[in-house]
Antibody
């Protein structure tokens, strides 16, 4: 069955950096767009970034453009989100998701807390 | 970008009752590419409905979706205790894909 396992979330100081990872299994990873979606505490869902199956097309929300970089390694069935210049407002649970248009499968989420 | 407005913010109903959740788009959504998700506390969202009215794999038939122009509705025919949660709509007809702000369905 499809499994997405998010990892890498932790407490980081404002201005710091962090890399999130998502390990995929149970489907042909290289055939699928993938996305990162976040949810601030007690808030709704925000599409942060997506990447095409080959990695040549990427999208970033305005709120993270220039600070976050999405990437993938199809040989390792893995998705990444490199986050820099982190701000308090980046505090959220970050989910990776298989992006088939609708988000058909989701990881369990990893918590990023930006605080001094 | 397309803005999705969900109503009501909170819906209080009893098990066995019928629930109707609304999602209104700020403009037409291509091919009615709208999805509904259910999220329970501490869990990731789960896809319920895609393309406005198609049920995802394993979703009970008490969940149904419909569309009329820019208005979309998720209906739960007879509420079960496990159905109470927060529901989000999401459009994927144009980039960026956007979510509504959510409707909380709580037990009355």
């Amino acid at each position: 069955q499809v499994q997405l396992v998010d990892s890498g979330g932790t407490l980081v100081k404002p201005g710091g950096s962090l890399r999130l990872s998502c390990a995929a299994s149970g489907f042909t990873f290289s055939d699928n767009y993938m996305s990162w979606i976040r949810q601030a505490p007690g808030k709704g869902l925000e599409c942060v970034s997506y990447i095409s199956n080959s990695g040549d097309i990427t999208y970033y929300a305005d709120s993270v453009k220039g600070r976050f970089t999405i990437s993938r390694d199809n040989t390792k069935n893995s998705l990444y989100l490199q986050m820099q210049s982190l701000r308090a407002e980046d505090t959220a649970v970050y989910y990776c998701a298989r992006d088939t248009g609708p988000f058909w499968n989701w990881g369990q989420g990893t918590l990023v807390t930006v605080s001094s | 970008e397309i803005v999705l407005t969900q109503s009501p913010g909170t819906l209080s109903l009893s098990p066995g009752e019928r629930a109707a959740l609304s999602c209104r788009a700020s403009q037409s959504i291509s091919n009615n590419f709208l999805a509904w998700y259910q999220q329970k506390p501490g869990q990731a969202p789960r896809l319920l409905i895609y393309a406005a009215s198609s049920r995802a794999t394993g979703i009970p038939d008490r969940f149904s979706g419909s569309a009329s122009g820019t208005d979309f509705t998720l209906t739960i025919s007879r509420l079960e205790p496990e159905d109470f949660a927060v529901f989000y709509c999401q459009q994927y007809g144009s980039s960026p894909h956007t979510f509504g702000q959510g409707t909380k369905l709580e037990i009355k």
